[in-house]
Nanobody, 127 residues
Framework: QLQLVESGGGLVQPGGSLRLSCAAS????????IGWFRQAPGKEREGVSS??????????NYGDPVKGRFTISRDNAKNTVYLQMNSLKPEDTAVYYC??????????????????WGQGTQVTVSS
């Protein structure tokens, strides 16, 4: 059974950092794109970042609001994808979800293209 479990959320001050983890089980990451999405109260779910493949052949995308501050990476041995979030701002406050889709499905930053979802983890940026 394919499963995604996020962890690492919490409360952090503006300018701080957090690292989110998405542990995958029941499938091989080699054939899937993993995306990070977030949803703030009253707003639509938006794409944060995605990764397809590994190493120098990776295809990585970032949403404009997080470019230069967030970094996505993957550990194949642990079947886990990470989202390192630096220089956090109050507007980054949201529930963060990781999701998976087959790599051949296009539209890496569109949540409607993803079939499998984790339960979400809350990130709150506040002083």
């Amino acid at each position: 059974q394919l499963q995604l479990v996020e962890s690492g959320g919490g409360l952090v001050q503006p300018g701080g950092s957090l690292r989110l983890s998405c542990a995958a089980s029941g499938f091989n990451l080699d054939y899937y794109t993993i995306g990070w999405f977030r949803q703030a109260p009253g707003k639509e779910r938006e794409g944060v970042s995605s990764i397809t493949g590994s190493g120098s052949g990776s295809i990585i995308n970032y949403g404009d609001p997080v470019k230069g501050r967030f970094t996505i990476s993957r550990d194949n041995a642990k079947n886990t994808v990470y989202l390192q979030m630096n220089s956090l701002k109050p507007e980054d406050t949201a529930v963060y979800y990781c999701a998976a889709k087959l790599a051949i499905v296009t539209g890496n930053m569109n949540p409607s293209n993803y079939r499998y979802w984790g339960q979400g983890t809350q990130v709150t940026v506040s002083s």
